[in-house]
């Protein structure tokens, strides 16, 4: 069973940058998605974006299209990159893959998932 682990979160202020980290292990699949959500307390599990090593990336997240950049650094490594972040995107964010070989949006689609990173944005 892979395990996934995120890292990278912290506290940052309005309009500053960071940049997540996700390592899958124990996958020894070339190909895989590997997705990014987020979720704060009360709402459901949003989809952010989702990569895999043959195809392009997806964004699913409208508010953060022209802010978060996802990308692979390796076959097990994707990172997210933040810009110009908002009070807003304050939330656990998690990383996810799947037995599947295509990315999607929906969080039931993922198999194996890490613990979370938390982001917070102050004003």
């Known amino acids: 069973q892979p395990q996934v682990v995120e890292s990278g979160g912290g506290l940052v202020q309005s309009g500053g940058s960071l940049r997540l980290s996700c390592v899958v292990s124990?996958?020894?699949?070339?190909?895989?998605?590997m997705a990014w959500f987020r979720q704060v307390p009360g709402k459901e599990r949003e989809g952010i974006a989702c990569i895999t090593g043959s195809e392009g990336a997806s964004y699913y997240e409208v508010d953060v299209r022209e802010r978060f950049t996802i990308s692979k650094g390796n076959r097990t490594t994707v990172y997210l990159q933040m810009d110009s972040l908002r009070p807003e995107d304050t939330a656990l964010y998690y990383c996810?893959?799947?037995?599947?070989?295509?990315?999607?949006?929906?969080?039931?689609?993922?198999?194996?998932w890490g613990q979370g990173t938390q982001v917070t944005v102050s004003s």
């Open positions: 124990e996958w020894e699949r070339e190909y895989f998605p």
């Open positions: 996810a893959t799947a037995e599947r070989y295509t990315c999607s949006r929906a969080a039931m689609v993922y198999n194996y």
